[in-house]
């Protein structure tokens, strides 16, 4: 800090008494304005905290459809609660998986790394977020699902999405029974979980293997391989209801297209992460929060055409 020396005391001459005076005030006053600005320089400046939400998608390939339709519902809320001013001030890192396990395990030890990440979202896909998931255990870092998760995994864990046996339940409320799948259908009837290219060849060579599906139904890249295929293939996830008007049409605006469920539920998801935020805003913290998120209720769907979400009702043959 700089030091502040007062100017050298002059007698002021007869005649010049007044002047001198105006002259001593005005100079007494400029030392003390230089004085106030190099103090307010030398204190630390305060700005609000920053924390980061990392988000792992597909967002090249044929499911970036999906990938960005979760980016914009996440980047929607954040900038919502960025221009309300609230605290912290929260930035996004999204990563890009390309639909690809191995990447996605890698990059959530990447996320893990920056200190400043106190919660993930994602990945929105089963096959890539069974992958993500033992890293993200490891690294004890705060994570809300966006697909269906074990009972069995860690508590820093949040299945927002709800767990594999609120989807059995669902599934089997409209008359569905079939055990959940994520690798290569085998002989029995499954309900695939995993990728939308398997669901695609898979109910196009052998329909029988696979009875329902999970939000990979959703999927452009699937409607676009399994072509007749998909019509009338029910399919369940969880899904915030109901949706506020104003939020979809902020999403239109933002996106240019309709929301999917898939981005109500990251919307949905991420509004839940800055509620916890105020009060939790490391992992520690955010790790024990987790508990306090409700996840929303699975329904049962159908596809028919280019219609992707018509109630499911059941069927009794």
């Known amino acids: 800090m700089h030091s502040i020396r ?3 005391h002059r007698t002021a001459s007869p005649g010049q008494g007044g002047n001198s005076s105006r002259l001593g005030l005005v100079w007494k006053l400029g030392i003390w304005i230089i004085a106030l600005a190099t103090l307010a320089a030398c204190l630390p400046t305060s700005s609000p905290p920053v924390v980061k939400i990392g988000l792992i998608a597909p967002f090249e390939g044929p499911s970036r459809p999906l990938g960005y339709s979760v980016l914009y519902a ?12 609230a605290s912290p001030r929260v930035e996004l890192v999204a990563l890009n998986d390309d639909s690809d396990p191995a990447l996605a395990a890698a990059l959530a030890a990447q996320l893990a790394v920056d200190p400043d990440i106190v919660l993930v979202l994602g990945p929105p896909q089963g096959h890539t977020a069974r992958a993500a998931w033992p890293a993200l255990a490891a690294a004890h870092l705060p994570t809300l699902s966006l697909v269906p998760q074990p009972d069995a995994l860690p508590p820093s864990l949040a299945p927002f999405a709800g767990r594999e046996s609120d989807v059995q339940q669902a599934l089997q409320a409209v008359g569905i029974t079939a055990p959940l799948a994520y690798s290569a259908p085998g002989d029995g009837p499954v309900v695939w979980m995993g990728d939308p290219y398997t669901l695609a060849q898979s109910l196009q060579e052998q329909p029988q293997q696979v ?26 996830m969880a899904v915030p209801t109901p949706w506020p008007p104003s939020w979809a049409d902020a999403y239109q605006q933002l996106a240019g297209v309709a929301p999917t469920p898939m981005a109500a539920l990251a919307y949905a998801a991420t509004d839940e992460a800055l509620r916890l935020l105020p ?14 998120i409700a996840a929303p209720p699975v329904q049962v769907f159908q596809r028919a055409g280019a219609e992707c979400c018509i109630p499911y009702e059941a069927r009794h043959d």
């Open 279 to 292: 009060a939790a805003p490391d992992r520690p913290r955010m790790a024990a929060a987790l508990s306090q």
């Open 211 to 236: 009875v329902a599906a999970g939000s990979v139904a959703l999927e452009d890249a699937f409607v676009a391989w399994a072509g007749d295929a998909a019509d009338h293939l029910p399919w369940a």
């Open 74 to 85: 996440v980047k929607l809320r954040l900038s919502q609660w960025n221009a309300a001013a």
């Open 6 to 8: 007062s100017a050298p």
